[in-house]
């Protein structure tokens, strides 16, 4: 956090303890469904999930992530126990894995990179910005690089499924955050880079009143 109280450009990313966050319910499915029946494991990471939704509510932080894991954790238990597979609970994630490299990939091809007008949008910004050539340039390269970061690993994670491997499959998945945090990095870069930082507050530097948004 600032000194301001403003959360700082990798907390609004969602920081590194949200990585280490999502890859805690795979790392307690692993173990105990090798130990135990299927449904033992997919209620211990339904559990752990709600643990860190409350551990977030405790220490007044943002629930979004939380909130979005759980249900995400949620939906791939729900599958796992449909299909009667332990692979199965990594199914969604692969297809988002996809679906997210397929539209980062055609968004840098329609020039409307998803890394900027995501963070824009998210900020309340103007996206005008994609007429600046610097900007449009720095989220091109934040955009592909979450590009092959989701296809690469829904591509190793589709193949580790089709062979039946679910126990490497967790362990690749989990592994996965190095990747996150990679491409996290390139789009604090982006956005750094394109002037899309926050402002200053006004009572800081009150000539801000009279600057028009950053874009």
């Known amino acids: 956090m600032t000194d301001q109280g403003e959360p700082t450009l990798m907390e609004q990313m969602g920081g590194i303890s949200g990585l280490v966050y999502s890859s805690l319910p795979v790392a307690v499915f692993i173990p105990v469904n090798l130990l135990s029946t299927l449904n033992v494991a997919l209620y211990s990471a339904l559990g752990v999930a709600a643990a860190i939704m409350l551990w977030r509510v405790v220490r007044r932080e943002n629930l979004t992530p939380a909130i979005s894991g759980f249900i995400g954790v949620g939906i791939s238990a729900l599958i796992a126990h449909l299909l009667g597979e332990a692979r199965g609970f990594y199914l969604y994630g692969i297809v988002l894995n996809l679906v997210w ?10 020039r409307r990179p998803l890394a900027g007008v995501m963070w824009t949008f998210v900020k309340g910004m103007s996206q005008d910005w994609r007429h600046d050539r610097r900007a449009l340039r720095a989220y091109d390269i934040a955009t592909a690089v979450w ?5 690469v690993r829904g ?10 491997q679910a126990t490497l499959l967790g362990i690749v998945k989990m592994m996965g955050w ?27 530097d009150e000539t801000t009143q009279t600057q028009p948004t950053a874009g």
Do not use: C, M
Request: glycine letters at 6%; aromatic letters at 10%.
């Open 155 to 164: 591509s190793v994670q589709s193949w580790l499924y089709v062979t039946n």
């Open 101 to 110: 490299g397929l539209a980062f990939t055609i968004s840098i091809l329609v």
């Open 178 to 204: 190095g990747i996150t945090a990679l491409a996290t990095l390139v789009t604090i870069w982006a956005v750094r880079r394109a002037g899309h930082t926050d402002p200053k507050p006004q009572d800081e």
């Open 147 to 151: 590009a092959v970061s989701f296809l």
